[in-house]
């Protein structure tokens, strides 16, 4: 299994371009969110989804669309980029709706706008 | 105030150290989640708690529910055990869980 995978890895983009972050778990994981990680700050949900179809805002959604139309792919869209949207974004998944399962993790996706 | 607040902020120790790094937070859980975040590299999940203690290889983690509080501690610290432990509660609200700042952890050979 390949677990979470994330890509790209590394992106800079200039302001008001717009982009996909491509998240993809081979573990057949109903819950996949998306969070952003910022200097001096804890992990932040940007979207989350509970299923094929089913998707939901989370603490900091502004600027950001998702969509799930499988349950193996979660994409984060950035619709016009932002110097504020500079951060690490991480692709996260876990068996059902509790938060007492484990949670997997993508390798990050370290994007800069300029 | 954070939700969670994890102490120390940044850690230094020497190699064969034991290491201790706690975790506070404000709102009732149903389970409480310690993560390793490598220099550049992904965030993985080492412990999932919801009461009591559990123990892997030189990693140990506690919960006081009643106390809102948890430790994380390190037998013989390594310099590879260097990372950010990030310290993550989960509500009863869609699942969500929030998260603490993290502790920077240095272990010098």
């Known amino acids: 299994n390949a677990g979470v995978t994330q890509t790209p890895k590394f992106q800079v983009l200039k302001t008001g371009q717009s982009m996909t972050l491509q998240c993809a778990q081979d573990?057949?994981?109903?819950?996949m969110s998306w969070y952003r990680q910022d200097p001096g700050m804890g992990l932040r949900l940007i979207h989350y989804s509970v299923g094929a179809g089913i998707t939901d805002q989370g603490e900091v959604p502004n600027g950001y669309n998702v969509s799930r139309s499988t349950t193996e792919d979660f994409p984060l869209r950035l619709l016009s980029a932002a110097p504020s949207q500079t951060s690490v974004y991480f692709c996260?998944?876990?068996?059902?709706?509790?938060?007492?399962?484990?949670?997997?993790f993508g390798e990050g996706s370290w994007l800069t706008v300029v | 105030k954070n939700e969670v607040e994890q102490s120390p902020q940044n850690l230094t120790a020497q190699e064969g150290e034991f290491i201790t790094i706690n975790c506070s937070y404000s709102?009732?859980?149903?389970?409480l989640h310690w993560l390793q975040q490598h220099p550049g590299g992904g965030i993985v999940s080492l412990f999932m708690?919801?009461?009591g203690k559990k123990k892997h290889g030189r990693l140990i983690a506690t919960i006081n529910i009643q106390e809102k509080h948890s430790s994380l501690h390190i037998t013989a610290s390594h310099p590879r055990d260097s990372a950010v432990y990030i310290c993550?509660?989960?509500?009863?609200?869609?699942?969500?869980?929030?998260f603490g700042q993290g502790t920077i952890l240095t272990v010098h050979p």
């Open positions: 996260a998944s876990r068996r059902g709706w509790s938060s007492g399962n484990t949670i997997y």
């Open positions: 708690l919801s009461s």
């Open positions: 573990m057949n994981h109903e819950y």
């Open positions: 709102v009732g859980i149903s389970a």
């Open positions: 993550a509660v989960g509500g009863t609200s869609y699942g969500k869980l929030t």
